[in-house]
């Protein structure tokens, strides 16, 4: 079910102090506020510039002006987001926010440190990356979409407008009279999302009037069907690691079904060495593994920026 702003906000009950990520457009003006509304002296503003477009310092201008307008306190936090060989421009950006959130609250550790941090995506954005996944032929973690809460770097990070269409949004902004500014980047076709966002999401809620709901439910079951998938994992690991450091052993694998393998290896290269494989390199893998029936059989395939071999009975992963 979809929420009201007013609603969410109501909801959301992260530990305090609370930073909330502040780029100065509609949504994370309305967090912002709603948030420090709701707990007074205990929230901070983050602003990440990203340095990637010109407009990126009006963007922090703003920020400033807006904060000291309601007296909020404002962290800016200045990162290099260019992205590095094989990796997204988007993906770039959003490993060096998380960067700027953990330093922040390193920082902040001799008084009171930030213990949670709001991003202000909404239910629209999680239709668009349901979306985006399946176009892009996802897995099911993939069609998970954004969760609504995890942690990292020890934070915890929280989505509470998840269930709050984006004109909902808006319509409370705009009752609040709040201003706000718009990154020009969001009307650039040339990006996938933004295609998404322009061209597919207002045909398809014009067929489909209850779509931003649908869309958001469906992605709340695959996220359900990945927790299992996650949990069968950590079972399956604990059968087929075989040393001290957890390695997988190629006989114990291989008494798992093709399907079990490939969650477990998965698991295995995401949360041992933080790697996600192609669906091409994670198939190559499993065709070598079925056909490693004998000591002598050499394994070594490229897998993300390193590759898989075997040595003995255990699969390694390294980087040269």
């Keep these: 079910m979809q929420q009201s702003f007013d609603d969410a906000i109501r909801a959301f009950a992260p530990d305090l102090p609370l930073a909330v990520a ?40 703003h920020c400033e002006d ?17 992205p590095q060989r094989g990796e997204s421009p988007e993906a770039a950006a959003r490993h060096a926010r998380y960067k700027a959130f953990a330093a922040l609250a390193l920082a902040d550790s001799a008084q009171a440190a930030i213990k949670s941090v709001a991003i202000a995506q909404h239910a629209d954005d999680q239709a668009e990356t349901l979306l985006l996944a399946l176009l892009r032929g996802g897995g099911v973690a993939g069609l998970s979409a954004m969760p609504a809460h995890w942690t990292r770097e020890a934070l915890d990070f929280h989505r509470p407008l998840l269930r709050v269409a984006g004109a909902e949004v808006r319509r409370w902004l705009a009752k609040r009279g709040l201003g706000f500014i718009e990154d020009p980047t969001n009307a650039n076709e040339r990006y996938t999302r933004n295609r998404i966002r322009h061209q597919i999401m207002p045909a398809l809620t014009t067929a489909f009037p209850h779509a931003l709901e649908a869309l958001g439910r469906s992605a709340a079951h695959a996220a359900q069907a990945q927790t299992l998938l996650d949990e069968l994992a950590r079972d399956d690991w604990l059968r087929i690691g075989r040393d001290s450091d957890g390695l997988p052993g190629v006989r114990a694998l291989r008494t798992l079904s093709r399907p079990r393998q490939a969650n477990v290896l998965r698991y295995w290269l995401k949360h041992s060495v933080a790697v996600i494989p192609s669906t091409a390199q994670l198939s190559e893998l499993l065709d070598q593994v079925a056909a490693c029936s004998t000591r002598g ?23 040269p």
């Design 297 to 319: 059989h050499r394994i070594h395939i490229k897998v993300g920026q390193g590759f898989v071999e075997r040595k003995g009975d255990t699969l390694h992963w390294y980087n």
């Design 66 to 82: 807006f904060c000291a307008g309601l007296t909020l306190p404002l962290r800016i936090c200045r990162v290099n987001a260019a």
């Design 22 to 61: 502040f780029s100065g457009g509609a949504d994370s003006t309305a967090l912002l506020v709603a948030c420090a509304e709701k707990w007074p002296g205990h929230v901070v503003a983050v602003h990440v510039n990203h340095g990637l477009q010109a407009a990126a310092t009006r963007f922090e201008k």
